[in-house]
């Protein structure tokens, strides 16, 4: 295992936790410690956490809520840095401005009291706003880029530049933050439409009616594991078809529910989420031809 970091003197004197375990902070609950968390509490704050760790030449994770994310039995060498303080939100008129670490569904949710149309897809998602930009987050036939109209971007030095989508190369689960360049999405302007209160609330029960019944909310998961293929049947068919509901490695399972979801049936390990995740990448190959993709990162040392 790689050399874990120590937190610096000029470190200690923001929000700082060392030795933590993910598998508190993700929505599987799996993974090992972090040599450090730190919870930046402002942009500002953010900004210039970031300038002393790349000074110190010390790694960086980011982590939004949690969800999506695999995090190694090995932990994350340098510094988990948790966007969650980031929580402004300021309605006006039919734009929504949202900093990264504001939750999908809470935001939906103000929205829908300010009779808002356009948010309900993301009631259920459990993740942040910084995320759902960074992967393009939907569901329903929804997704971020319908209603993105910019958002704000920190580099690694701290800088804040305003990006519009034309630059964000959005499409299915992608953007141009998809890769690993060190940039971070801050806050987005998501552009909304008018409507009736009741009737968009109405919509985002009908919406958790249909998560309840065919999503496996009752254990804990990533979400979706896998991304749908093109020119394919969705993978959760595939899976489902190949007979692997159910097939488990230790403690991780593909839910009886919804075979696109793998699950915590107890205390899994990371290392068998992924070893699951490859059986079933395995077994649907070998009877369709079909090469599944993960959906959720991997981020740690497995």
């Given at each position: 295992?790689e050399?874990?970091?120590?937190p ?37 704050e ?7 760790l ?43 401005y ?18 808002l ?10 993740g ?6 960074v ?14 109209l ?7 030095f ?17 953007s141009v ?9 801050i ?8 409507g ?20 496996p ?14 020119d394919?049947?969705a ?28 699950v915590?049936?107890g205390h ?20 369709f ?6 959906e ?7």
């Open positions: 295992m050399e874990k970091y120590i610096t003197e000029e470190l200690k004197r923001f929000e700082l936790l060392t030795d933590v375990p993910m598998s508190r902070y993700t929505t599987i609950h799996c993974g090992g410690p972090a040599d450090m968390a730190l919870f930046p509490r402002s942009e500002d953010l900004s210039l956490m970031l300038q002393i790349g000074a110190e030449k010390i790694p960086v994770s980011l982590i939004g809520g949690g969800s999506n994310l695999l995090v190694g039995d090995g932990g994350i060498r340098g510094a988990a840095v948790f966007l969650s303080g980031l929580g402004d939100i300021r309605i006006r008129d039919n734009t929504v949202a900093s990264a670490g504001v939750a999908l569904p809470k935001l939906a949710r103000m929205a829908a009291e300010a009779s149309s356009g948010l309900q897809f993301a009631s259920g998602i459990p942040t706003v910084g995320g759902a930009v992967m393009n987050a939907g569901a329903y036939g929804s997704e971020m880029k319908d209603i993105l910019k958002c704000r971007v920190m580099d690694e701290g800088d804040v530049t305003t990006m519009g989508t034309q630059e964000l190369d959005m499409s299915y689960r992608h933050f998809s890769g690993s360049d060190g940039r971070i999405v806050s987005a302007l998501l552009g909304l439409t008018g009736e209160r009741d009737s968009i609330m109405e919509e985002m029960k009908e919406l958790a009616a249909r998560r309840r019944t065919s999503q909310l009752d254990m804990p998961s990533a979400g979706s594991t896998f991304r749908r293929p093109e394919a049947p993978a959760a068919r595939l899976i489902d078809d190949a007979g692997l509901k159910g097939l488990r490695v230790g403690d991780a399972m593909v839910s009886t529910v919804h075979a696109g979801f793998i915590n049936a899994a390990s990371a290392g068998e989420v992924r070893e699951l995740i490859e059986l079933v990448t395995e077994r649907v190959y070998s009877l031809g079909v090469t599944l993709q993960p959720i990162k991997y981020m740690g040392c497995f």
